[in-house]
Nanobody, 120 residues
Framework: QVQLVESGGGLVQAGGSLRLSCAASGNIFSINAMGWYRQAPGKQRELVAALTSGGSTNYADSVKGRFTISRDNAKNTVYLQMNSLKPEDTAVYYC??????????????WGKGTLVTVSS
């Protein structure tokens, strides 16, 4: 009923930039927090950046000053602008959102992920 679809991943050289997008679709009444997580091979999934509906942001220390999260509420879309990319940013990036459907409570949803590979 609700889908999160990520796009924008790919291969980039160190120092380059990428912009990830995640669009939520389906029977959506409201979206609260939206965010991005990542999982590198052999590592646990970790929070990269989150953005509440009120505009508060939270970033992992490793990406502060390089990544920027934003959202377009009219399009139910969250973005992650990634600059000055490093090889250690290589991971599958997952979109996450707390979504309330009509007549239901909030449910946490995950996208399927998009691969970001940063070459040295």
């Amino acid at each position: 009923q609700v889908q999160l679809v990520e796009s924008g991943g790919g291969l980039v050289q160190a120092g380059g930039s990428l912009r990830l997008s995640c669009a939520a679709s389906g029977n959506i009444f409201s979206i609260n927090a939206m965010g991005w997580y990542r999982q590198a091979p052999g590592k646990q999934r970790e929070l990269v950046a989150a953005l509440t509906s009120g505009g508060s942001t939270n970033y992992a220390d490793s990406v502060k000053g390089r990544f920027t999260i934003s959202r377009d509420n009219a399009k139910n879309t969250v973005y992650l602008q990634m600059n000055s990319l490093k090889p250690e940013d290589t991971a599958v990036y997952y979109c996450n959102a707390d979504i309330r459907q009509y007549g239901r409570n909030n449910i946490n949803y995950w996208g399927k992920g998009t691969l970001v590979t940063v070459s040295s």
